[in-house]
């Protein structure tokens, strides 16, 4: 899978320090704020210098920008139940389509359970062979064969195909670890399923996605020679290579134990739920000195993209601006030099001493039972404390702006009755997250800083 504008595994280890050692958005809104306007970002995409790395199974010649389509474009962005943007979302994979983009990444699950209606419906409209479509296998909640067949047969549906070309179980590594993972794909006939429709070609390419217990990630890869895994699908990004949290597994690793099998790494969350999109202005300003035209986000996207191995890098692109900006950085690929990942992994050391919660937006802790927008919660905390509006003391010398700002931003990010107060503590989140935050109490710490700010004390 290798072209001429990656770099060879070896390569890329030994960049890293690792000698011959064995060792992820998406954008959220497309306001001006976030708008990276440079004198190459105006330059249109070139169609014809997307980047493609090849699966080794199938031989399938797949983007290097993959899109993820969990978060299509709303009616109202402001409204996290208003009804799907079909025609913005038909045009955005029309253009994505057209500059080279052929992998789309979706699940059940996903948008409240119609991101595959609504990919489907986009997709269509373009010739079968134009385009790869993913999607998984959502059985957290019910492991008997009887759910997961027709959770299988039910995206052929809403997707309108005849075959899938990846297919995922999805978000291995939770619950009991390993037990669970027998339960949900082994012990049910799942797995036996699943590989009599790879052989009858209605599944071309068989693989899964990991969260959580390394254990698990682990005793999968032991299956490989039962279940011939044809890609994996990890989380990846130049914090989580070496510094990822929670039970989270540095992707340094995982990436690793894949290529030793000849395994292609799908990545997701290359800008951590977005959070390496835009980054306090210190952070800005070392990574312009070294690239002044080229977005911030770009810089996650080269380093997701530069290993080998990797099949594809998704990203969730809500408007045409994503997509033109990561087109530019995939069209084609310049592989992070030594000097860049040195910076990239001092940037990952100086943005771990910021207190940033650890949530992608996956949204899988929705709905909360009691209408909080956890998301939007964590979202616009971590927003604040990229821009400098979080702060402990009314002796700091911006207090008073940092206070205006995080108020308002909330009130207007986040509707009143949604916020962190609301929260009772009921934890019927907690167990769905895949980045393993203890929800409850990061909502406790959110409000207890809110009413601190509100009455202008210490917090």
């Not at 400098?388 to 002796?395: A, D, F, I, P, R």
């Not at 109490?441 to 917090?459: N, P, R, S, T």
Request: aromatic share 10%.
């Amino acid at each position: 899978m290798k072209d001429d504008k990656t770099i060879s595994r070896r390569e890329f280890l030994k960049r890293f320090g690792l000698g011959a050692a064995v060792t992820t958005a998406a954008l959220t809104g497309c306001a001006p704020k976030n708008r990276q306007t440079t004198a190459k970002a105006a330059a249109e995409p070139d169609a014809s210098k997307m980047t493609y790395r090849t699966t080794p199974t199938t031989g399938d010649r797949v983007s290097l920008l993959g899109y993820g389509c969990m978060r299509w474009p709303l009616i109202d962005p402001k409204d996290r139940n208003s009804p799907y943007d079909q025609e913005t979302t038909n045009a955005l994979v029309d253009y994505a389509i057209e500059h080279g983009v052929n992998y789309f990444d979706t699940a059940p699950v996903y948008g409240r359970g119609l991101s595959e209606r609504v990919t489907g419906i986009a997709l269509k409209r373009h010739p079968r062979e134009k385009w790869f479509i993913a999607t998984k296998l959502s059985n957290q909640r019910d492991f008997t064969i009887e759910f997961a067949k027709d959770m299988y047969y039910k995206s052929f549906k809403e997707l309108q195909v005849d075959y899938i070309d990846y297919y995922l179980l999805h978000s291995i590594g939770g619950g009991d670890g390993i037990e669970t993972f027998k339960k949900r794909f082994v012990e049910n006939g799942v797995m036996d399923f699943l590989m009599k429709e790879r052989e009858a070609g209605r599944i071309r390419n068989l693989g899964f996605s990991f969260h959580g217990d390394v254990k698990t990630f682990d005793y999968a890869l032991t299956q490989h020679d039962k279940y011939r895994w044809d890609f994996v699908q990890i989380q990846s990004n130049y914090i989580d290579w070496r510094h990822a949290s929670g039970r989270n597994v540095n992707a340094e690793y995982l990436y690793n134990e894949l290529a030793k099998l000849n395994i292609p790494s799908v990545i997701m969350e290359p800008l951590l739920g977005g959070r390496l999109a835009s980054l306090n202005d210190h952070l800005t300003a070392r990574m312009k000195s070294t690239r002044p035209e080229e977005s911030i986000a770009s810089w996650a996207f080269r380093f997701a993209g530069t290993p080998e191995h990797v099949l594809t890098v998704l990203s969730g692109m809500t408007c045409q601006e994503h997509i033109e900006d990561n087109l530019r950085t995939y069209s084609p690929l310049d592989p992070c030099t030594d000097e860049e990942l040195e910076l990239l992994e001092d940037t990952a050391q100086r943005y771990l001493k910021y207190p940033i919660i650890n949530c992608t937006d996956c949204q899988y802790c929705m709905p909360c039972p009691y209408g909080i927008d956890i998301p939007g919660v964590f979202g616009h905390y971590n927003k604040s404390v990229n821009e400098g509006n979080v702060s402990t003391s009314s002796g700091d010398e911006n207090y008073r702006k940092a206070r205006r700002a995080f108020l308002v931003g909330y009130d207007r990010s986040v509707p009143k009755l949604r916020q962190a107060a609301h929260c009772i503590g009921c934890n019927e989140c907690v167990e769905h997250c895949p980045q393993h935050i203890k929800i409850p109490q990061q909502m406790q710490k959110i409000d207890a800083y809110v009413e601190a700010l509100k009455q202008g004390k210490e917090f």
